[in-house]
């Protein structure tokens, strides 16, 4: 499964985004998809993970609650993140990621990463 990342850039504090990640293989309606982002000097966090093994349902990071939604497309192959009420510790590299198996927190597939730079 290969994914590819889009729609990141400069955006003004209070702003919002809309990232995209497009799946190659023909089984992504089998993949959890989630949304990870790691700024300069810090780790990997996760922002966002589909949970309960159809989508349905998402888990998000405290710092992102009520501003980000993950959703998927399976018609178009396609995971995405909506981002609003951005701030600048929003900044950072946002990756896709997918996993095989809805109950592992292991994620099998990544994607190279979009950069989202919020201004103050």
């Known amino acids: 499964e290969q994914l590819v990342e889009s729609g990141g850039g400069l955006v003004q504090a209070g702003g919002s985004l809309s990232l995209s990640c497009a799946a190659s293989?023909?089984?992504?309606?089998?993949?959890?998809m989630a949304w990870f982002r790691q700024a300069p000097g810090k780790e990997r966090e996760l922002v966002a993970e589909?949970?309960?093994?159809?989508?349905?349902?998402?888990h998000y990071a405290d710092s992102v609650k009520g501003r980000f939604t993950i959703s998927r497309d399976n018609a178009k192959n396609t995971a995405n993140l909506q981002m609003n009420s951005l701030r600048p510790d929003d900044t950072a590299v946002y990756y896709c990621a997918a996993r095989s198996d809805w109950r592992s927190s292991r994620y099998d597939y990544w994607g190279q990463g979009t950069q989202v730079t919020v201004s103050s």
């Open positions: 589909e949970i309960g093994g159809n989508g349905g349902s998402a």
């Open positions: 293989g023909r089984s992504f309606r089998e993949y959890g």
